[in-house]
């Protein structure tokens, strides 16, 4: 009884530490911020925070023999994948900008899958030949392929909370954002297909095997999470909820099980649950939201984007305490020479994958949508590592043995801290330095998006001039001219800017919104226009009300 009091008081008090801790990050972030000191984004705070409090903690570990306490403050990988991570990727889907996220889609999916590939595979060589040589600690091939995929993993939740509070250029804010936030999903069915050949010979059979299962795996979980987004539009058109206040709340309660059961059916399927939910997020973004009353669409805006926020500060607090409280390698110095080779390696194979991925998606666009030399610099150093990376490496654990797992822990520790502290903290001088500031912008990125679809713009004056109408009716009036449909009085340079991207897109055919479901409908017809395609799709699982 007294040991189950033990643990339970040992429990209560880790508990409240992660409460005064993660109040502690917010406080300072928001002084921080306050301040406009740009140099120390929240995250910084988070993980140097949980440091301190790791520090500690180990500290009155060996004292006063609390192993317990320390136990509860540890960093639990389970807990991240089930209750952490689903809500941020979820958020990140949800609160999009359809526009500027699928205006960019090629590009996405070519840094997304195309750049982790290569850069695994750059990762893995180098890693793996260092081992093989004697010169770091010795992998096996197969290994070293579960270090080089998870080591891949930009992380959307490092990026986005520092680039969250600076004005960086839209299109090269959603560049950054949908690369970071598909790559993670790559990155883990990645790891999660090669992690399958642990108890099986590898062989140049095993390739095709497993590039199928990745296939398989990826495609099933966006099938499952885009079903459970357009169900869920349905339900939400039919429904008929009407504006009455506690009919607002059973509606906005209706939404939180939609992504849970889109993530808890790809993983009962063997699949990806973080795919399947940002996919759900993805599609509820752009059907379900539009079906929801004003008061639920903004009430559950702002509650995905709490529970987003609490998770990616969680998450930046562990990975600090796990610096004194996880299992480390420090001591092999072997270790220390995989990390060279591997920080090494981490940063050329992003130039082989940015560079080429930008010109291969440059080669079919026009003049005016090229990605610059600029953004394509500022793209290699924004791929900073973060919580998947690390997650995944604590996996690795238990995945590949407890030495080898340490080092892969070790090394992955480390390059989150040197990219979150110093890559991270350079990040708005690398804006100013590389001129890719939006200076039309007023607040941050994630402020400008909207609460329903609505489109906001500040101009020069200070005045607000909004589009009236949802997203979803730009460039669908009689005469399909954005120009003469939005409210045209005293617009500003970013409102000229945006109408100008519409124009030049429905000008070579596409929509700005135009989502790869559309683009497949119109390929295949060859007859419909973007207008009808879009049409045709609300008729479906948009009310018209």
């Keep these: 009884a007294d040991l189950a009091g033990d643990e ?3 429990e209560a008090l ?12 917010f406080v300072v972030g928001w002084q921080l911020e306050k301040r406009h000191v740009s140099w120390v984004s929240e995250a910084a705070v988070g993980l140097l925070v949980g440091i301190v409090a790791g520090g500690i903690a180990w500290a009155t570990t060996h004292k006063f023999d609390a192993s317990a306490y320390s136990d509860w403050m540890n960093f639990d990988p389970d807990f991240f994948f089930f209750a952490l991570l689903p809500p941020i990727i979820f958020d990140a889907g949800y609160s999009l900008d359809p526009g ?53 993993a930009t992380d959307p939740v490092t ?19 949908g690369e970071s936030v598909l790559n993670d999903a790559v990155a883990i069915v990645m790891y999660q297909t090669l992690n399958e050949f642990q108890h099986t010979s590898f062989s140049a059979g095993s390739v095709a095997k497993a590039f199928g299962m990745f296939l398989l795996i990826f495609a099933g979980s966006c099938v499952i999470g885009a079903g459970f987004g357009l169900l869920s539009s349905l339900f939400y058109r039919y429904a008929k909820f009407g504006s009455a206040n506690h009919y607002d709340i059973v509606e906005a309660c209706l939404l939180v099980p939609i992504p849970v059961a889109a993530y808890m059916a790809a993983e009962g399927a063997g699949l990806s649950g973080i795919v399947s939910i940002l996919f759900c997020g993805v599609v509820m973004a752009r059907y ?27 998450v930046f607090i562990y ?26 390696g981490m940063l050329a194979a992003r130039v082989a994958n940015v560079y080429p991925s930008c010109f291969l998606v440059n080669t079919r666009r026009g003049p005016r949508e090229k990605i610059s030399k600029n953004h394509q610099l500022f793209l ?42 110093v890559f991270g903290g350079m990040t708005p001088f690398m804006l100013t330095k590389l001129d890719v500031l939006d200076k039309s912008a007023p607040y941050s990125n994630l402020e400008t998006q909207s609460d329903s679809g609505h489109h906001h713009f500040n101009n020069e004056d200070g005045g607000n001039v909004k589009d009236h109408r949802s997203d979803r009716d730009i460039g669908d009036g009689d005469g399909d001219n954005p120009r003469a449909e939005l409210e045209m009085s005293n617009l500003g340079p970013e409102e000229e800017s945006y109408i100008t991207t519409v124009e030049l897109r429905q000008s070579a055919g596409e929509g700005s919104n135009e989502t790869p479901l559309r683009k497949f409908i119109r390929t295949a017809s060859g007859k419909l226009t973007v207008q009808e395609i879009d049409k045709t799709i609300h008729k479906v699982f948009v009310s018209p009300n």
């Excluded at 880790?14 to 990050?25: D, P, S």
């Excluded at 889609?105 to 060589?125: E, K, M, N, P, Y």
């Excluded at 379900?288 to 987003?308: G, M, V, W, Y």
């Excluded at 998947?388 to 080092?407: H, Q, Y």
């Design 14 to 25: 880790a508990l409240l530490t992660q409460m005064i801790l993660i109040t502690l990050v």
């Design 319 to 344: 990975m600090g305490l796990s610096l004194f409280l996880g299992h480390q390698t420090f001591g092999m110095a072997s270790m220390w020479v995989m990390f060279v080779v591997s920080f090494a």
């Design 8 to 10: 339970e008081s040992s």
């Design 288 to 314: 379900t939201r539009q079906n929801l009353t004003e008061t639920t669409a903004k009430t559950s805006l702002s509650f995905f984007k709490i529970l987003a926020k609490v998770s990616e500060t969680f």
């Design 159 to 177: 990026t986005l909370a520092i680039l969250g509070n600076v004005r960086a250029d839209q299109n090269l804010y959603y560049l950054i954002f």
């Design 100 to 152: 500027h996220f699928f205006g960019n889609f090629d590009a996405i999916c070519t840094l997304a899958f195309l750049g982790t590939s290569v850069s695994a595979v750059i990762i893995t060589s180098l890693v793996w030949g260092c081992g093989a040589l004697g010169l770091g600690y010795k992998l096996t091939f197969l290994q070293a392929g579960l270090f080089g995929s998870l080591i891949s």
């Design 380 to 421: 290699w150093f924004s791929g900073l590592r973060g919580a998947i990376a690390f997650a995944l490496a604590m996996k690795s654990t238990r995945d590949v043995g407890e030495e080898a797992g340490g080092v892969i822990f070790s090394c992955t520790l480390l390059i989150v801290l040197v990219t979150v502290l």
